[in-house]
Every structure is written in structure tokens, then in C-alpha cells.
């Protein structure tokens, strides 16, 4: 007697309408951004994900249409590969230039699946496209920057991808970078703390906003193992 097991198989889940798969650099943020439905991919410090990871990530969606974070300009190739290979498989696939994952984080917050993709995509974008970002790091050679000479171990401030700020200090420098970019306006400051920020640093940065500007609000997530010890958004 033969046995037909494959007749027997289920069939596939159906597709859901739409998801969000964002890049994000720390298990701290991929936990915040799964629970707000995103499927997320882990960008490790040195290891940018490649083009079939993101494609991997589209699939496990299982949706028909994909709206893509990248949250970093080095991505931007890759994550444009990715959508490309998703839209032949029959993805419906729109790639928002996130280059910072405080704009991707901007941008989910507004997400709403239960709208016109367009429309979606566009209130997505136009929230990132508002939200100014800006990372902590240390120097790890002497090196000309954008704000003069740093030396190994200087803690410089980037302001959209480009160095604004050299200091010796990590607090210090992180309240100069948020006097530069709140001395443009702005309603609410993200703070991404890396794994071995202490909290005394959030507290100090939260003060520091409130006294000199008291209409804007500050939220603080923890990231995790990020390649920056912090990351900053003002929108």
C-alpha cells in the first residue's frame, strides 16, 4: 500500500498585507522595534549585513508589500539590491533612506499597515527625513576631522555623518552635541544608550534638556551592544 504523505501537506500561510523590516545596530533596539511588529536584522559592530540577509528578512515577512529601514548610508546599496531581488519574487517593496536608526525609529512610530501603502511610506519618510541623528565615539587614531585635529581616545560628537564636536569627555560632549542640534528647534530627543553607558549619563542628558529647553521631551532605550556607546535623535 503506498501512503500519498504529500498530499497531506498544509498549505502555505497566507500572506499578511504589509510589514516593516528594519536594520538595527544592537539587541536592545531590535527587541523595541520587534515589538512594535518590524522584523529586524542585527547589524553587529564591523559586520554590515549583506544583501541576502536583508532579502532573508523580506521572505520571513511573508507579506506582500515590504516597506525597508535601512538606517545606515552604508547600506544603502545593499538594502537597494535587497528590494530589487524582493520585487522579483512579487514583493511590493519601498526603500526608505533611513541613514541612522534614530530615523528609523521615527519612522516606525508613525507606521500604520491599515493605510494606503503610498500613504504609509510617505508619512514614514517624511518623519525620518525630520529627525536630525547624531553618535558618540572614540577616536582610535590622531586624524583630521571636520572640527579640527582629534587624538586616539577623544571622544567625537558626528552630527549627521560628519564630525562636529572633539572632547575628552563623554557626557560633555554629548551636551554639547544636543546644544548644536537643539539650537535648530526641535520636540523630542532620543537617546540610545550602548551596553556599558551607565544610566547617570541618560539622567545627566535628560537634565541638561529640560533646563534649557523646558517644550522638549526626552525618551532613553537601551541598545545594547552598539558599535557607538551613544546614539541621538532630535526631531
Keep these: 500500500r503506498t501512503s500519498h504523505f504529500g498530499a497531506a501537506a498544509e498549505e502555505p500561510p497566507e500572506r499578511i498585507q504589509r510589514a516593516v523590516v528594519a536594520v538595527v545596530p544592537g539587541e536592545g533596539l531590535a527587541g523595541l522595534c520587534a515589538e512594535a511588529g518590524a522584523t529586524t536584522v542585527l547589524a553587529r559592530p564591523g559586520e554590515p549585513p ?9 521572505r520571513r515577512a511573508h507579506a506582500r508589500e515590504v516597506v525597508l529601514l535601512p538606517n545606515d548610508t552604508e547600506l544603502r ?3 537597494a539590491a535587497a528590494a530589487e531581488q524582493a520585487r522579483t519574487e512579487g514583493v511590493r517593496v519601498a ?3 533611513t541613514r541612522a536608526a534614530v530615523q ?22 517624511t518623519a525620518a527625513g525630520a529627525t536630525r541623528y547624531a553618535e558618540l565615539a572614540f577616536a582610535e587614531r590622531q586624524s583630521w576631522t571636520m572640527a579640527g585635529i582629534c587624538q586616539a581616545g577623544d571622544v567625537l560628537g558626528l552630527i549627521d555623518g560628519d564630525v562636529a564636536v ?6 560633555a560632549t554629548a551636551e554639547a552635541v544636543l546644544s548644536r542640534m537643539l539650537a535648530a528647534g526641535g520636540e523630542l530627543v532620543t537617546l540610545v544608550l550602548g551596553e556599558d553607558v551607565p544610566d547617570a549619563l541618560a ?6 534638556v529640560r533646563d534649557g529647553h523646558l517644550a522638549v521631551d526626552t525618551v532613553v532605550y537601551r541598545g545594547g551592544r552598539q558599535s557607538a556607546p551613544l546614539l541621538v535623535g532630535v526631531e
Design 50 to 58: 549583506a544583501s541576502g540577509e536583508l532579502v532573508q528578512a523580506i
Design 77 to 79: 546599496h545593499t538594502a
Design 95 to 97: 526603500l526608505i533612506p
Design 104 to 125: 528609523g525609529l521615527a519612522a516606525l512610530a508613525v507606521h500604520q499597515p491599515d493605510r494606503r501603502f503610498d500613504e504609509d511610506v510617505v508619512a514614514m519618510t
Design 166 to 171: 572633539i572632547g575628552a569627555d563623554l557626557a
Design 203 to 208: 539622567d545627566r542628558l535628560e537634565r541638561y
